[in-house]
């Protein structure tokens, strides 16, 4: 008997024109247009292996009960829950390939088994939501045999019932979501902008923030903008159409300036109209605003020197920062961040190796711009770059699978 | 020989719909129309003596050499200044008095002794701008004899060309600053909206936030705003003249609940301006935001019981929080914030009397909502309430006077 089995990867992304508030919830369809730039999975990845067997249950011993692992633990797959919507969608696109070719096995009518695991830990501060939906959607698509007849930015429209921003980690590179005008959401999907390749030296610093508070999920938190922010819906008819255009020229000229003042304008736009919320949404804390300050003095200073930045910045929905720099930059933005924020742990893939102190600096850097935080401010560096789109390691239950022989989770 | 002389007293004012933005930066005519309440002379106030005597300098001499002590120490009075501005108005007017009786002493054509002291130490971290320019503009215009025939609302332009806040200060109650719509400025000027005992129990509470960050000024801040914000524009065009219609119905309406909830969003919706622009601005840091959050979630688990809210909240440039709040709920609030932020110095007026430990609150609060801070991070409170207009405290040279006989300061 064949194991009916996939097992696939999918990237984290990071938006810099910031998707926040939805004007469909169930359908999870945006108020904006959102872009952002995938990272790479060398550094930051789910893997999820889904298998289908009759063994679980059948349609016809009584309702499908699919099974989920994440990292370890078992979660509950509510029915009419975002999971179950991209699973359902799924399975009914396997019906059709099914009622086509009766020679398929009927795995659309036979329950699932799911196992996701992030090889970066939820300490990390990152949410997982977008890569662990993507991967989803990708998995159950190629064990189902859709991979072919489904393009990715179709399957990115599965992927965001998972999660929204989930559509934007079915490819790499640049990728835009347009937030479609359908009420259907059926064009509400992922487009790539530019492949990794077209600017492969853009890396990424993720500076892990140090928060005790507990944060406004992002779910619950940008409907109350969506309801009491009169400064969102500018950001929606004004702000965004007009970044959006402009953020595409950036990357097609690989303008780091100009990519630099609309992700952090944009970034700075988006907690803008958090704040202005009722009650009022925090994401960044002071060590946040200090990461901030240090970046925007360096900006400034290279600025006096007739250089372009160094780095743009920009915040999700918490306290940490995510940078963008051009690899040939990223020694020294590191020794800054690491001489203002000390003690965060670090395990450089690439290798920068340790420098202690300020590096070289444009003369008129002001390094009283903040003081030197306590240890642990910044819990963490990572350090990764631009990175292409879901990964399909193996058809089948191979080396890479998370599942066992008897489809529950190898490790817990 | 008489002294020439007048002591007068001016309020700080407090805005519910803040000032951010200038159309134009030398006459200080502003973006839009703001609102404000004028706290208590008896606890917060400037004190300005101002005297007019040939031998300080005369202009059949050579130009004239003002000069002026704040707190103790000269100023430099640069000609061309803000304070020159408002001087040159008001011995242009002095001038046309003399002019039409010539039996005036020439008052106009003499050097100003100036010498102002807030009542409160600048540690404090209250704007003295806004009483100092009110105190200045009121006792030069007695000095001048223009009182009679200048009203107070006349008056407060030429206290806005000293800081465009002053103007407000020139009322007691709850005061509109007009933005105006002429080129000269003429029509842009404060009207009050409601006296003090229109509205008496409306106590304040001030709550002084440690912080070691150097701010920006709000007059470079607020033009960096207009320059690269989208959200402001926004803000100018259709957030604050809806505002301030409502604004205005909650005073005269004394509706507690209408007035917070207008407080917290202008409040909210001009720190996100602020973090609209580029680079961004911050003036709340992470202790004014726990105070947001406490006070947030006291109103709502008072709405949840089916009462109004307990507190509204502003903050001005800087960390400090200022809380508006009716005088029979102060102990409760009073206590809230001292449970959550201790160590702040105080010394009430109105003997509320200590009190340890959280009061009963409404049952549904959660006493989680933040941590209990360390010691000191809200430095100081001061209790106040709403207060009346400036006062004249004297002509001439007697008990109230902040200069001695030679024009000097009685204090330094």
Redesign the interface.
């Known amino acids: 008997m064949p194991v009916h089995q996939a097992t696939c990867t999918a990237p984290v992304n990071i938006a810099v024109v910031k998707y926040w508030g939805k004007r469909n919830t169930s359908l999870i369809l945006p108020t904006n247009d959102s872009l952002s730039v995938t990272l790479d999975q060398d550094h930051l990845r789910t893997v999820t292996s889904a298998r289908a067997d009759a063994a679980f249950g059948t349609l016809e011993q009584g309702p499908l009960q699919d099974r989920l692992w994440l990292n370890g633990h078992e979660e509950v797959v509510k029915p009419g829950g975002r999971l179950d919507a991209c699973l359902t969608e799924l399975r009914r696109l396997r019906a059709v390939l099914e009622r086509d070719d009766p020679s398929l096995p009927p795995l659309s009518r036979w329950a699932l088994r799911l196992c996701s695991e992030n090889n970066f830990p939820t300490a990390a501060g990152l949410a997982s939501s977008a890569s662990g939906f993507a991967a989803l959607a990708v998995t159950v698509a190629e064990l189902y045999g859709l991979s072919e007849t489904l393009s990715r930015s179709e399957l990115s429209k599965i992927a965001r019932r998972g999660s929204g921003s989930a559509c934007r980690s079915l490819f790499g590179g640049f990728v835009a979501w347009d937030m479609g005008r359908l009420d259907s959401g059926d064009d509400s999907l992922a487009i790539p902008v530019a492949e990794r390749e077209h600017w492969h030296d853009l890396h990424v610093l993720i500076c892990v923030v140090n928060d ?2 507990k944060g406004t999920s992002s779910t619950s938190g940008m409907q109350r903008t969506v309801e009491t922010s ?2 969102l ?3 929606i008819q ?2 965004v159409p007009e970044r959006m255009r402009r953020m595409r020229a950036a990357i097609q000229q690989r303008d780091f300036g100009a990519f630099t ?1 609309l992700t ?2 944009d970034s ?2 988006f ?3 958090c ?6 949404i ?1 994401y960044m ?2 060590t946040s ?1 200090a990461i ?2 240090v970046i ?1 003095e360096l900006n ?1 200073a290279r600025k006096e020197a007739g250089e372009e930045p160094m780095a743009a910045y920009t915040f999700d929905a918490g306290p940490n920062a995510v940078l963008y720099v051009r690899e040939q930059h990223m020694p020294t933005v590191l020794r800054v961040v690491r001489h203002y924020f000390p003690g965060a742990s670090f395990d450089d893939p690439f290798q920068l190796g340790p420098s202690e102190g300020l590096p070289s600096l444009p003369p008129s850097f002001r390094e009283d711009v ?2 030197v935080h306590d240890a642990g401010c910044v819990r963490r560096l990572i350090h990764t770059r631009v990175g292409d789109g879901p990964r399909v390691l193996e058809r089948g239950c191979g080396p890479a699978s998370l599942l066992n022989e008897e489809g529950l989770p190898l490790r817990s």
């Not at 704040?275 to 009022?280: E, F, I, Q, V």
Request: neutral net charge; aromatic residues 4%.
């Open positions: 005790g508070k009169p400064l819906q500018h950001r004004h702000v003042d952090t304008a700075n736009n907690h803008a109209c704040l202005d919320t009722a009650p009022p925090f804390n002071d605003r901030v300050q925007e400034r903040v003081p």
